[in-house]
């Protein structure tokens, strides 16, 4: 006994050398060693063309799995969607996969799931072949799993779109699905003093290294978009009344009459007005009530079609107290639309 348990972790230990040595195989044979592993991503509803070296019928997919990593000359497999009359599935065996052919040639059937070894691209890369610029960092991420954080140069709208831009991703944040990154001018904890007339204050936000006609594809791209707003505030209101004396603009130039936390279905409130938990609930801000005490708005703003923010205006600071600070985040943007 002592013995076979020794030659099993002999073997098991041989195994894990093999991979470890081939960190992006991902359908190896040794048959030496008699080693033997795949990992392959499906394409549902496809059916690849490609010469079949076999075809049998199988109980499951684990069946077809294992039957193209024993065959040495199996690259890829399709297998039914849906079981026969007897509860089994056809399993055709395929000499090529889809990285070696064109893109034509898997094509949509809604009769047949295809599988072909999953082959991560370089980081920056994305596609079928690994043949374009990521369009965001969660693109680039679904094709790089092991992409880290840093900067890159990504294209949302592809080849006879806008230009390509350089953006920061942290593939480490949202569950490391990938977040693209945008910094602007307009980061800093910025004092707004000595204008009254409502949104006589005017910051416009220029972001680093793209438009706004770029970023607008990039939200268009994405799944999910958000940016912080912040504004502190003494004696300074921002939507008392619903006739506002602060707003942010969209990318559209859109007059936005809503703050972080809330959304355009909120008119006039912040995220404490969405919660009833102002420090006057009469209002929908905090800095609505207006008086000599130090307040605070703040949140994220969510609805992509809106951003990113193009500018901020502010007013009501001329008082002798009066006055406030804004502070807006870094453009972010993730997940796959």
């Not at 799931?113 to 693109?139: E, I, M, V």
């Not at 130039?253 to 703050?259: A, E, L, R, S």
Request: glycine content about 8%; overall charge negative.
């Amino acid at each position: 006994m002592a013995v076979t348990i020794l030659n099993l972790l002999i073997s098991l230990s041989v195994m894990l050398d093999a991979v470890a040595t081939l960190p992006h195989a991902n359908l190896y044979r040794d048959l030496k060693r008699q080693i033997a592993f795949g990992n392959f991503k499906p394409d549902q509803r496809h059916k690849l063309v490609g010469t079949k070296i076999a075809s049998s019928l199988v109980s499951d997919i684990t069946d077809c799995t294992l039957n193209c990593v024993s065959e040495s000359l199996c690259k890829s497999f399709n297998i039914a969607a849906s079981p026969d009359s007897e509860n089994l599935y056809l399993c055709e065996l395929l000499d090529t996969d889809k990285h070696r052919v064109s893109v034509n040639d898997l094509q949509a059937n809604p009769a047949f799931n295809h599988y072909s070894p999953w082959y991560p691209c370089q980081p920056g890369s994305a596609g079928f072949h690994c043949d374009r610029q990521g369009k965001t960092c969660s693109d680039i991420k679904l094709h790089s799993p092991q992409a880290k954080s840093g900067s890159y140069v990504i294209d949302p709208d592809g080849i006879g779109g806008y230009e390509p831009f350089t953006v920061s991703c942290d593939m480490t944040d949202k569950y490391e699905v990938g977040v693209t990154v945008i910094g602007h001018d307009s980061e800093d904890r910025i004092l707004v003093n000595g204008l009254e007339s409502r949104g006589s204050y005017v910051r416009d936000v220029n972001y680093i290294g793209s438009s706004v006609a770029q970023l607008a594809v990039l939200s268009s791209t994405s799944a999910h978009c958000e940016q912080f707003i912040k504004y502190e505030c003494v004696g300074s209101m921002l939507f008392r009344g619903g006739n506002p004396h602060g707003w942010w603009v969209s990318r559209d130039n859109i007059k936005m009459t809503y703050w972080g936390g809330a959304t355009s279905a909120n008119p006039y409130k912040c995220a404490c007005g969405v919660t009833d938990s102002c420090a006057d609930i009469s209002f929908g801000c905090n800095c609505d009530k207006n008086d000599a005490v130090s307040r605070e708005d703040s949140g994220p703003l969510t609805e992509k079609l809106y951003l990113p923010v193009t500018q901020l205006r502010f007013g009501d600071t001329s008082g002798d107290y009066e006055k406030g600070y804004h502070t807006l985040g870094k453009f972010k943007c993730y997940g796959i639309a």
